[in-house]
């Protein structure tokens, strides 16, 4: 009897330190959307990324120095190069200008279609096939594009192009995600993380003379909002996303990711007074009702 219950609260320990890191990595990454779009207006999409990857890259591997994982086996570099180019390297170009057209709450709404993206990749990359839900799923998140979509080039074709870009962060976002599943078999998910952001930020070297100029005229706030997304959304959040996923299911824990558009709505209301027109927070319902339907078959 005793032998029986003794692990419960054990148990009920590890969910809850596992849900409060996820949280504290959804609500950083939330976060991250009203940073870029407050910095974004000193610095360029390219030179925003290449400061906030170094930063980023500093504290991972301070990080990574303190553990002293090991590094991942040769045969793995082909995909974590594509992980670091394309997650943290294009990725990051592509939202910084995105988010120099529409705001935080719209960006952060269409890239929340990245689960669905990598669904589809998975489906057909790695043989995990196609059920009903996935199909129903996309088509509900794509409709939800279109209404966003719809609704931001009434603002202009400059949003509407922002719009467009999102989409194109969302697939660089899944595309980096599917090359690093793989990965974490043979290597700690910080190590990763760490090298997949120093590819990141050498990916981005051609935009150091642009930093260089941008950062002698930037406000300190430009500049502080940088270091807080290389620090925060970069290093502990990943840090935080790991701690949480080596103690729970990945399912169970991709659901937490539902809640980073409507934070970053309220963020962005409460921090830089915008918010989504009404016709696109119409669309980010559909597109997260979409990634809910989706994600029930897997």
């Not at 990965?183 to 990916?203: D, E, K, M, R, Y």
């Not at 642009?210 to 959304?233: K, Q």
Request: proline share 5%; with cysteine.
């Amino acid at each position: 009897m005793d032998t029986t219950e003794a692990p419960l609260p054990v148990h009920r320990h590890a969910n809850a330190l596992a849900l409060g890191a996820a949280l504290i990595a959804v609500v950083l990454w939330a976060s991250a959307f009203v940073g870029i779009r407050a910095a974004g207006r000193d610095l360029s999409a390219g030179s925003l990324a290449l400061a906030r990857l170094l930063v980023g890259s500093i504290a991972l591997g301070a990080m990574v120095a303190v553990r002293r994982d090991r590094f991942p086996p040769r045969s793995d570099w082909p995909r974590l190069l594509v992980c670091g180019i394309s997650w943290f390297g294009l990725y990051n170009v592509v939202l910084n200008e995105a988010e120099r057209r529409v705001d935080a709450g719209t960006a952060a709404m269409l890239v929340n279609l990245g689960p669905i993206l990598i669904a589809v990749l998975a489906g057909w990359l790695l043989k995990e096939g196609f059920p009903r839900s996935l199909v129903i799923g996309c088509a509900v998140a794509f409709t939800g594009t279109a209404v966003i979509g719809r609704a931001t080039s009434a603002q202009g074709v400059s949003a509407g192009w922002g719009a467009a870009l999102c989409v194109v962060a969302a697939a660089a976002y899944a595309v980096g995600v599917v090359a690093q599943k793989p990965l974490l078999a043979n290597t700690s998910p910080l190590q990763i993380t760490w090298l997949a952001c120093v590819i990141g930020a050498v990916v981005c070297l051609p935009f150091a003379g642009n930093l260089v100029h941008e950062l002698g005229h930037a406000s300190a706030g430009a500049i502080a909002w940088t270091l807080y997304l290389g620090v925060f959304p970069t290093a502990v959040g990943f840090t935080a996303w790991a701690f949480a996923l080596a103690r729970t299911s990945a399912g169970r824990l991709g659901s937490t990711t539902y809640l980073v558009p409507p934070i970053a709505i309220v963020m962005g209301w409460l921090l830089l007074d915008e918010a989504p027109p009404a016709a696109a927070l119409l669309g980010g319902v559909l597109c997260l009702g979409g990634v809910v339907i989706a994600r029930r078959g897997r």
